[in-house]
């Protein structure tokens, strides 16, 4: 029941694309595509932003996408707003479920 | 609106147990897997526990099996932690939530938070 691996910070300027890259392996993220996306505030509940590698839910903004090669799984924020600044986190199904370690995103 | 509303966490010493609550509304709970996920003060979401709907299959993390217990009383519309044996590790928010389907998580609650120490 390893972690997913995950960069611990990324950030970029308002307008401009980042992605957030989540690393498994075979017996999880590469096997199954049951990867999902939680974004986090401070002091705030994760919320559900992407599922099945690339779903969203609704009320999610299409600015987020998520896509999968192999065993790593990415989330891209495109088009970058201040309100993106935040920690994401990714999960996946397996052997048991399993989260990576978090990214903190920061808009500069 | 879908509430999860977690309930119990406290401080205890170690060695000592501690029976975390969620109360849920406004979803169909008797056909929800549910998921207890926690969280340790400045770090990332670990994975606790996981029940079935009708509560036949229970799945543990590692780090707590055996030692924690997760049960659901689908007539309340209601999922417990039982948490034996507690270990400063164990220290964290633990967060109620709704597996929608194969670990991805829709509904989440604010958290009960247990801290361990004596």
Known sequence: QS????PPSASGSPGQSITISCTGTSGDVGRYNYVSWYQQYPGKAPKLIIYEVNK???GVPDRF???KSGNTASLTVSGL???DEGDYY????????VFGGGTKLTVL | EVQLVESGGGLVQPGGSLKLSCAASEFTFSSSWMTWV?????????????IK?????KYYADS??????????NAKNSLDLQMNSLRSEDTALYYCSRDQAYSSFDYWGQGTRVTVSS
């Open chain 1, 81 to 83: 707003q201040a309100e």
């Open chain 2, 53 to 57: 709907p009708d509560g036949s299959g």
């Open chain 2, 64 to 73: 707590v099996k055996g030692r924690f217990t997760v049960s659901r009383d």
């Open chain 1, 56 to 58: 969203r839910p609704s």
């Open chain 1, 3 to 6: 972690a997913l691996t995950q």
């Open chain 2, 38 to 50: 926690r969280q340790a003060p400045g770090k990332g979401l670990q994975w606790v526990a996981t």
């Open chain 1, 90 to 97: 990714c999960s996946s199904f397996g052997s048991s479920s």
């Open chain 1, 65 to 67: 996408s998520g896509s």
